[in-house]
Structure formats: C-alpha cells, structure tokens
C-alpha cells in the first residue's frame, strides 16, 4: 500500500525557518508529481508549491504567488522523498501542510493521487 508521511511541522516565530519533509512509501513505480498544500482555518485547501516529473526528470516546478521567493520546493527521487524549505515566515503562513502525490504503483496502469495526514505549521508573531 503506497503511503505519505509528512514531518517537520511545529511552532514558530515570525521570520523564522521550517523544513517540512514527505516520504512516500510502498509498492511504487513512478511518482509522476509531488506537491504541497495548505489549509488555514476558515480557508480553502490551496496549493504551495509542486513538482512535475517522471523517473527522476523534473519537468515543472509551480509556486503560489504567496510563497514565491520565500518557500523551496525539491525532491530526491532516489528516496521518494519532497521537502519544503520556508523561509521567512509570517503569520499568515498558519495552516495545516498536506502532501499530495500522483503515483504509479507496481503493477498498475493509471496513476493514483495520494495525501498524506497534514502537519501543523503555526508563526507566532
């Protein structure tokens, strides 16, 4: 069974720095692309950052204008593993943080999206 675990969430001060990490783990093939998402309360679900590739190719890379300049997004394919470097923090950055994957499993013939449970990731001003 494939899954994504998130880790690296916690609390913060404002200007300050977080790595979040996503294994993904199981019978996998392929993971055709990588992103991260956020939820704060009250709001939608939105997209953070997210990386396109195939078999080690990245052939993409999407910011949300909010985190341009400030957030890193990379993969190591090798481990199947995405991080988020965040720098430069701010309060309005609260918010769960959520792993997503599209992924071909062994076996398979279409690819599956998966997430992961989410990591809090609170800025204290």
């Known amino acids: 069974q494939v899954r994504l675990v998130e880790s690296g969430g916690g609390l913060v001060q404002a200007g300050g720095s977080l790595r979040l990490s996503c294994a993904a783990s199981?019978?996998?093939?392929?993971?055709?692309?990588m992103g991260w998402y956020r939820q704060a309360p009250g709001k939608q679900r939105e997209l953070v950052a997210r990386?396109?590739?195939?078999?080690?190719?990245?052939?993409?890379?999407n910011y949300d204008d909010s985190v341009k300049g400030r957030f890193t997004i990379s993969r190591d394919s090798a481990k199947n593993t995405m991080f988020l470097q965040m720098n430069s923090l701010k309060p309005e950055d609260t918010a769960v943080y959520y792993c997503n994957a599209d992924i071909l499993g062994s076996g398979m013939v279409y690819s599956l999206s998966y997430w992961g449970q989410g990591t809090q990731v609170t800025v204290s001003s």
């Open positions: 990386i396109t590739s195939g078999d080690g190719i990245n052939y993409g890379i």
């Open positions: 199981g019978s996998i093939r392929r993971i055709n692309a």
